[in-house]
């Protein structure tokens, strides 16, 4: 395997899962390995998964240069660093590389994946165990990933 990309966020699930993304990644020793992670302005509500390209496309332009956005940019790089400092001391030999991303999570891993024409895609699974009603309409990011790439896809739970 040449490229892996992870998808990473702030979560403690993505913590406990990194250390085993790190292990699979030491033993396949890839040429290089994606960080990816996305940063999304709403809140965590059922209406911010049905905004689509062109509704993500004005908020991005509209909170371009506030606080905000300055904040998101700021979380988002520090998540990254730690990440990578993390990966690059695990994975000898891999090339590190993070991205960051705004949008709808499942959406941007995939592009991400073709653009950079990934080998595999590691995502942690939410880990919920009942369903919800954005889960049952909407499917959850590992889900949908596992569903729609192209390459194969590592769920890490």
Do not use: H
């Amino acid at each position: 395997m040449k490229k892996i990309l992870i998808a990473i966020d702030d979560t403690k699930g993505t913590k406990e899962i990194f250390a085993k993304c790190a292990l699979v990644c030491d033993c396949m020793r890839p040429e290089t390995i994606i960080l990816l992670y996305v940063e999304k302005f709403e809140g965590r509500s059922f209406i911010d998964e049905m905004l689509g390209e062109a509704e993500m496309n004005t908020l991005r332009n509209v909170l371009e240069g506030t606080e905000f956005k300055a904040a998101l940019d700021a979380k988002a790089q520090k998540i990254g660093a730690y990440y990578k400092g993390v990966m690059e001391a695990s994975a000898s030999g891999s090339r590190v590389n993070t991205v960051i991303r705004t949008g709808q999570p499942a959406e941007e891993i995939l592009k991400l994946a073709e653009e950079e024409k990934v080998d595999m895609i590691f995502v942690g699974s939410s880990g919920k165990r009942r369903w919800s009603s954005e889960i049952l309409l909407m499917g959850s990011v590992s889900r949908e990933v596992a569903n729609l790439a192209k390459c194969p896809v590592l769920i890490v739970k």
